[in-house]
Nanobody, 125 residues
């Protein structure tokens, strides 16, 4: 299984980025997908998640109304559209996959079976 995150970069505060996570080696439509982030010196934290069908989405309070998670099961890809970026959004962003069918706790990193390598997002003030 491979989760390849991309789309990170350096952006000014107020700007936008779109992260992508391409999955391979699994039946993508069977997996709930999540995005987490980790800033230097901080623990990894939940950002957003989407159910296997795309019918349910979940967001951390800190990103609600600014970030949008979506997925394209035909392309085996999950996206994170990030608008109105703030310096505190600076972190490495990781995508993760949870095999659906059991209990799903989208905000809990332990729910996820597979993790990508991360992509750096830096927001300058």
């Amino acid at each position: 299984v491979q989760l390849q995150a991309s789309g990170g970069g350096l952006v000014q505060a107020g700007g936008s980025l779109r992260l992508s996570c391409a999955a391979s080696g699994l039946t993508f439509s069977n997996y709930n997908m999540g995005w987490f982030r980790q800033a230097p010196g901080k623990e990894r934290e939940f950002v957003a998640a989407i159910s296997w069908s795309g019918g349910s989405t979940y967001y951390a309070d800190s990103v609600k109304a600014r970030f949008t998670i979506s997925r394209d099961n035909a392309k085996n890809t999950v996206y994170l559209q990030m608008n109105s970026l703030k310096p505190e959004d600076t972190a490495i962003y990781y995508c993760a996959a949870d095999r659906s069918g059991g209990s799903y706790y989208p905000q809990f990193s332990g729910s996820y079976h597979y993790w990508g390598q991360g992509t750096q997002v830096t927001v300058s003030s």
